[in-house]
């Protein structure tokens, strides 16, 4: 959701899918999105067709591939569904929350402000200060590695970029958490 045509904008520069293109790409023969790699919409439509079928390894590889074509939304769902196969795996380790916080200061430094919901979401409780030295060397060299795949790839990595309405966010989610509502907000459709 954008609250600005501003923020609209920047969720279509950083590939952000809107509800319809979500919808009609779910809608296609899953062949046909498998095969369409350097679209990073159709990957992240499979790799959410994945993740609710708990399939979170393929899934999280084919949401940080689109993110590394552009999609800050999909490397964050990625992250997530890397989260999740980890906790399948080993269970809830201290490892796999360092490297869920490191991957959303990725989406953070790219410029997404809103990432700080997975992070409330996700890690309720994290000690980021006692953490910060593992994360932000986990941080470096995703940002590094993510730079790289995109270069592989052909695709200029965009940011930082500053997602707009920062305060007007924070307000909206201080509202909430409070137990309001948020009738009054207009979202801009893309």
Do not use: C
Request: aromatic fraction near 8%; avoid cysteine; hydrophobic fraction near 40%.
């Amino acid at each position: 959701m954008a609250l600005s045509v501003e923020e609209a904008a920047w969720l279509d520069r950083h590939v952000f899918p809107s509800d319809g293109e979500l919808k009609r790409f779910k809608e296609m023969d899953e062949r046909i999105l498998q095969a369409n790699y350097a679209d990073p919409i159709a990957q992240i439509a499979m790799g959410l067709i994945l993740t609710e079928r708990e399939q979170y390894f393929v899934a999280s590889t084919l949401l940080l591939r689109a993110g590394a074509l552009g999609s800050i939304y999909a490397y964050e769902e990625g992250a997530v569904a890397e989260f999740k196969v980890s906790n399948e795996r080993y269970g809830e380790r201290q490892e796999s929350k360092d490297v869920l916080m490191a991957r959303l200061q990725v989406a953070t430094l790219l410029g997404d402000h809103r990432a700080s919901t997975l992070i409330k979401k996700y890690l309720p409780g994290y000690d980021e200060r006692a953490r910060a030295k593992v994360v932000m060397a986990q941080t470096s060299e995703f940002m590094r590695a993510l730079g790289e795949e995109a270069r592989m790839m052909g695709v200029e990595l965009k940011g930082p970029d500053p997602r707009p309405n920062q305060t007007q966010w924070d307000d909206l989610d201080k509202l909430v958490a409070a137990g309001g509502k948020n009738d009054s907000v207009t979202a801009y459709q893309r």
